[in-house]
């Protein structure tokens, strides 16, 4: 089993930037492609960004690309997303989330179903 704990979040201004960081304890961290999802209030959970598991390839919903970006670091165990130029629709609680499966690629962005373990969140607030 894996625990996934976020930081980083906090209330910023538009145009600010911030960092969510993900540690991870409990499983290979290096073998599990990564994701960040994001809930807005009255909103369903949408997809963010991923990794996968070795870093190679990295995956963005239209709606932040160019602006975040999502990085990991295996030795710390520890997966972050770089949030640049933010808006106020990124308002929302952003969450962590491991792959079920090791070793996996993506054809296309992943879905909320391709990940097995999630962890708390992180509120992002961003005023106008």
């Known amino acids: 089993q894996v625990q996934l704990v976020e930081s980083g979040g906090g209330l910023v201004q538009a145009g600010d930037s911030l960092r969510l960081s993900c540690a991870a304890s409990g499983r290979t961290f290096s073998s599990y492609s990564m994701g960040w999802f994001r809930q807005a209030p009255g909103k369903e959970r949408e997809f963010v960004a991923a990794i996968t598991w070795g870093g190679g390839r990295t995956y963005y919903a239209d709606s932040v690309k160019g602006r975040f970006t999502i990085s990991r670091d295996n030795a710390k165990n520890t997966v972050y997303l770089q949030m640049n130029s933010l808006k106020p629709e990124d308002t929302a609680v952003y969450y962590c989330?491991?792959?079920?499966?090791?070793?996996?690629?993506?054809?296309?962005?992943?879905?909320?179903?391709?990940?097995?373990?999630w962890g708390q969140g992180a509120q992002v607030t961003v005023s106008s």
């Open positions: 989330a491991q792959d079920r499966r090791a070793g996996r690629y993506y054809s296309v962005n992943p879905e909320i179903s391709d990940f097995g373990s």
